[in-house]
């Protein structure tokens, strides 16, 4: 299989920089996040988020962000444009 890596990472970073840009700035948490900070958000995967303020040139990877009626910084790779989906359980 002849895979084009240059193509498939310009793909996913154009995705990236769409993020909070589409859904009218709604993205969701896919993973759990603990604050490390004051100025950061905790926050559980399935969380949803308004995006405010994205990374600037001296931060791209922190963006300001509104989760219920907080806000503050949240890592940018643990966000995605909808909930990660969840391994059903078989009874």
Do not use: C
Request: charged share 25%.
């Amino acid at each position: 299989m002849n895979l084009d890596i240059p193509k498939i990472a310009g793909n996913l970073h154009s995705v990236q920089e769409k993020l909070g840009i589409l859904n009218s700035g709604t993205a969701y948490a896919v993973f759990d996040y603990n604050a490390q900070q004051p100025d950061e958000l905790s926050f559980k995967a399935g969380q949803q988020f308004t995006i405010l303020r994205k990374g600037d040139e001296n931060e791209r990877e922190w963006w300001w962000s509104k989760l219920g009626d907080k806000e503050g910084y949240v890592p940018r790779n643990l966000l995605g444009l909808y909930p990660r989906v969840q391994k059903s359980e078989e009874n």
